[in-house]
């Protein structure tokens, strides 16, 4: 009896590892590093014959202006590259509406977001964040 119990639940593990598996294969996520209190994010995905991605920036607190980019782009932009943008006006949390474009297997999607704010302090560079700031993801078509 605690053979058949040890199996079972070995089956049941193994089971649980592939589907936890397949389903983090449809999507990737990436952060950037905080700065100025906020912080970069950004979400790609794969549903039906699309890729989306998108970006969405948090800050600990209320800011001026908070303003995410999302880029998108197949192959390094080979076959295809779409951006979008947006700014929230005092706001802590702002977020950009889904970009897209065609999946095809094999093809490797790579999403950003390279967001800024502008937190109304005077020696916070809104212009020019550091690299480390941008968020990426990557996503392989299956």
Not at 135 to 140: E, I, K, L, V
Request: hydrophobic letters at 35%; glycine letters at 10%.
């Amino acid at each position: 009896m605690k053979k058949i119990s040890q199996s079972v639940c070995t089956l049941l593990m193994a089971l649980a590892c592939v589907l936890g598996m397949s389903a983090s294969a449809h999507a990737a996520s990436g952060y950037g590093k905080k700065y100025h209190g906020c912080k970069n994010y950004v979400k790609v995905w794969r549903s039906g014959g699309k890729v989306y991605a998108y970006a969405k920036q948090t800050c600990n607190k209320r800011v001026l202006a908070v303003k995410p980019t999302v880029a998108l782009s197949a192959n390094g932009g080979k076959f295809g590259f779409v951006t979008a943008g947006k700014a929230c006006k005092f706001a802590k949390t702002c977020k950009t509406k889904k970009v897209s474009l065609k999946a095809k297997k094999g093809r490797i999607y790579r999403a950003s977001n390279s967001g800024t704010a502008t937190t109304g302090r005077p020696k916070d560079d809104e212009a020019y964040w550091p690299q480390r700031t941008v968020a990426h993801a990557t996503y392989r078509a299956k």
